[in-house]
């Protein structure tokens, strides 16, 4: 039997190699805080949820994390299913390097459930390997219109976006690219309090590996970013994110 005997310094050394080695695995959100929840941010091969009411800068991280994506060399394919992608917000937020991220997003803007189906069912005709990020904002905001024109459909469009969502985990884990979603939500009354859901809740959170919630504080430029969900470690937590003209960065409260 061979025993090896590592010092301290080695010992941290290595701790320090294996950090950047998993943090190599991860597309950060560029907020410091967040990104050690996250333990480096976005996971290769897993699906992340992002959920919040209107003006919870949704689209704002995601539009962060396809520009932290396009740092690392990869693609983005950007499914903009609100209508919010601004390219005022993404030259904001890439700054001096606006022309050279730009060029590694690609943008899909369906205009119904039915085309956002066929754009998701089509997905492996546009992720090549040179992909690393596949956004879709926000998932269930085009199933929630054609759900509220037909609703003795109910049944069948909730099968349909199990189904969406059954096919992203698994070209997250073929292609081993992260996904963002990011979805509605709605009001649920439970007990006298009142609380927000995303839209098709259960759908989301079954297939989510790590999923996170963006709350509204008592100032309109803060926001609360809780980790409710993390896969594999469980871990969970919250900091505080401040909107700004340059995107999203941490906020310490006095």
């Known amino acids: ?35 050690k929840i996250l333990e480096g941010g976005l996971a290769f091969g897993e699906i992340s949820l992002i959920y ?26 950007f499914v903009d299913c609100d209508g919010t992608f601004s390219t005022k917000r993404l030259m904001q937020i890439a700054s001096q390097n606006f022309e050279k991220i730009a060029e590694r997003i690609i943008l899909a803007r369906p205009k119904d459930f039915r085309e956002q189906t066929i754009i998701i069912d089509k997905l492996t005709d546009y992720l090549t390997k040179d992909f690393g990020l596949l956004v879709i904002d926000a998932l269930t905001s085009l199933y929630r219109a054609e759900l509220a024109e037909n609703p003795e459909k109910r049944f069948e469009l909730n099968r349909e976006l199990n189904r969406q969502m059954a096919w992203l985990a698994q ?30 809740t ?10 996170m919630a963006m709350k509204l504080t008592e100032n309109s430029r803060v926001i609360k970013a809780s980790v ?11 900091c505080y994110l401040k909107i700004e003209e340059k995107g999203l960065t941490d906020y310490k409260q006095a």
């Open 1 to 35: 039997m061979f025993l090896c005997f590592v010092e301290h310094k080695q010992l941290l050394s290595l701790s320090l190699i294996i950090i950047n080695v998993l943090a190599a695995w991860k597309i950060p959100t560029k907020c410091r805080e967040l990104d």
């Open 52 to 77: 919040g009411e209107p003006e919870t800068a949704k689209t704002t991280m995601a539009i962060q994390c396809s520009v932290s994506c396009a740092e690392k060399g990869l693609k983005t394919l």
């Open 171 to 200: 070209i997250s884990r073929t292609n081993k690219i992260a996904v963002l979603i990011t979805s509605q939500v709605r009001s649920v009354f439970d007990e006298n309090l009142a609380h927000v859901e995303p839209v098709a």
């Open 202 to 211: 259960r759908v989301l959170k079954f297939w989510a590996d790590t999923i």
């Open 228 to 238: 409710e969900k993390k896969s594999k470690t469980g871990k969970t937590g919250f």
